[in-house]
């Protein structure tokens, strides 16, 4: 049995380091399907064949926009241009603090506003998080678990999630929002103590995704409490989440930056 101990040590060591030290300049697979990057200029004039080939409607024309809150990243838009006009990246910073500012158009960059100091204050060195599936598919709330794995370790930035909205300084949804969940994440809401923010993660909870418009949706919710930030994605990235929430609370252990906005 002695065998195996030298033996998990050799494999361990091959591993090297799982921890992704620096959250800000990650070094991911360029087979990630990150950011769209849009060029326009190589738009034919009336061409509209990305615009029809989105599920969701996320691409319209003049200018070229690509709404993330309801992009897949699927690459039918990609495989439909014949131009290239719209290509991946691998850049997973991509959280807005505004469904506007999800908007994708060149020269413009997706970032989330800092929120006020009084919520920095509050939660800049310790966060908890409830997660709310209110009608997800487990692709996003799969994600959301990795968070707290080796590899991602949200905790040590003093985000972590709890099993409890009492507990929760911030609600986290996934999924549609759907009919039957409608009382559930409300309470889970209500439960939560003031001051609260609220999270959208990925496009079924930001804009209803491929399932936007069914009848079995109850999008009055997101319609009613105001947004402190949405990640976009299908499902995101953690390190669009852990990014994005930190460069939000511009926390004292990510830099020491001081809230300019009062976006809270």
Same mark, same amino acid.
């Given at each position: 049995?002695?065998?195996r101990?030298?033996?998990a040590?050799?494999?361990?060591?091959?591993?090297?380091?799982?921890?992704?030290?620096?959250?800000?300049?990650?070094?991911l697979p360029?087979?990630l399907?990150?950011?769209?990057?849009?060029?326009?200029?190589? $738009? #034919? +004039? !009336?061409?509209?064949?990305?615009?029809?080939?989105?599920?969701?409607g %996320?691409? =319209?024309?003049?200018? @070229?926009?690509?709404?993330?809150?309801?992009c897949?990243?699927?690459?039918?838009?990609?495989?439909? $241009? #014949? +131009? !290239?006009?719209?290509?991946?990246?691998?850049?997973?910073?991509?959280? %807005?603090? =505004?469904?506007?500012? @999800?908007?994708l158009?060149?020269?413009?960059?997706?970032?989330?506003?800092a929120?006020?100091?009084?919520?920095?204050?509050?939660?800049?060195?310790?966060?908890?998080?409830?997660?709310?599936s %209110?009608?997800?598919?487990?692709?996003?709330e799969?994600?959301l678990?990795?968070?707290?794995?080796?590899?991602?370790?949200?905790?040590?930035?003093?985000?972590e999630?709890?099993?409890?909205?009492?507990h929760?300084?911030a609600?986290v949804i996934?999924?549609?929002?759907?009919r039957?969940?409608?009382h559930?994440?409300?309470?889970?809401?209500?439960?939560?103590?003031?001051?609260?923010?609220?999270?959208?993660?990925?496009?079924c909870?930001?804009?209803g995704g491929i399932f936007?418009?069914?009848?079995?949706?109850?999008?009055?919710?997101?319609?009613?409490?105001?947004?402190?930030l949405?990640?976009?994605?299908?499902?995101p990235?953690?390190?669009t989440?852990?990014?994005?929430?930190?460069?939000?609370?511009?926390s004292?252990?990510?830099?020491?930056?001081?809230?300019?906005?009062?976006g809270?």
């Open positions: 049995m002695n065998w101990i030298p033996n040590v050799t494999v361990r060591l091959a591993e090297g380091q799982p921890v992704i030290a620096d959250v800000a300049n990650a070094s360029a087979r399907r990150g950011k769209p990057k849009l060029d326009p200029a190589r $738009c #034919p +004039e !009336g061409c509209s064949i990305c615009v029809e080939a989105c599920p969701t %996320a691409i =319209s024309e003049d200018p @070229l926009t690509l709404d993330l809150g309801a897949l990243f699927c690459p039918i838009c990609v495989d439909a $241009c #014949p +131009e !290239g006009a719209i290509t991946w990246t691998n850049e997973y910073k991509m959280a %807005a603090t =505004s469904r506007e500012g @999800l908007l158009r060149e020269g413009r960059d997706i970032a989330p506003e929120c006020s100091r009084e919520v920095r204050r509050l939660f800049g060195r310790s966060l908890k998080l409830r997660s709310v %209110a009608g997800g598919c487990n692709g996003c799969l994600e678990n990795a968070l707290g794995n080796v590899n991602f370790d949200m905790g040590r930035f003093g985000i999630f709890v099993a409890s909205p009492r929760a300084d609600i996934s999924g549609t929002t759907t039957a969940m409608a559930a994440l409300e309470a889970a809401y209500e439960a939560v103590p003031k001051p609260r923010l609220l999270i959208l993660f990925g496009a909870a930001i804009s936007q418009g069914s009848d079995q949706l109850a999008r009055a919710f997101i319609e009613r409490h105001r947004v402190d949405y990640i976009p994605g299908c499902p990235h953690p390190l989440f852990i990014h994005g929430l930190l460069e939000y609370l511009r004292s252990l990510w830099n020491s930056t001081p809230a300019k906005s009062p809270c």
